[in-house]
Nanobody, 126 residues
Framework: QVQLVESGGGLVQAGGSLRLSCSVS????????MAWFRQAPGKEREFVAT????????YYADSLKGRFTISRDNAKNTVYLQMNSLRSEDTAVYYC???????????????????WGRGTQVTVSS
């Protein structure tokens, strides 16, 4: 059974930084592309970033390029999301997701990822 557990969320002031972590078990991590999504109150879950199993490919939502960085440590079965220059509009529950393929999809969306964590709350105060 694949399990994903997020951590690292919290309250931060605008302009600050946070690093989210997602620990994965139950699947060979290096063959699993990973992603981060987020969902703000009253809004649909939206794509943030994705990374291939070998870290050779990454892809970001256009609006987040330059502020957010996805990375992974296959030795630790963990994927990270470094978030810098945070804004109030980044406030959301952030979800880690995994798919049963090592490559990233051409148009990443919720439907491309079959395994999900429970999420971690990120609140940015202005």
């Amino acid at each position: 059974q694949v399990q994903l557990v997020e951590s690292g969320g919290g309250l931060v002031q605008a302009g600050g930084s946070l690093r989210l972590s997602c620990s994965v078990s139950g699947r060979t991590f290096s063959t699993t592309a990973m992603a981060w999504f987020r969902q703000a109150p009253g809004k649909e879950r939206e794509f943030v970033a994705t990374i291939s199993g070998s870290s050779s490919s990454t892809y970001y939502a256009d609006s987040l390029k330059g502020r957010f960085t996805i990375s992974r440590d296959n030795a630790k079965n963990t994927v990270y999301l470094q978030m810098n220059s945070l804004r109030s509009e980044d406030t959301a529950v952030y979800y880690c997701a995994a798919r049963t393929a090592h490559w990233i999809p051409s148009n990443p969306g919720v439907k491309n990822y079959g395994y999900w964590g429970r999420g971690t709350q990120v609140t940015v105060s202005s």
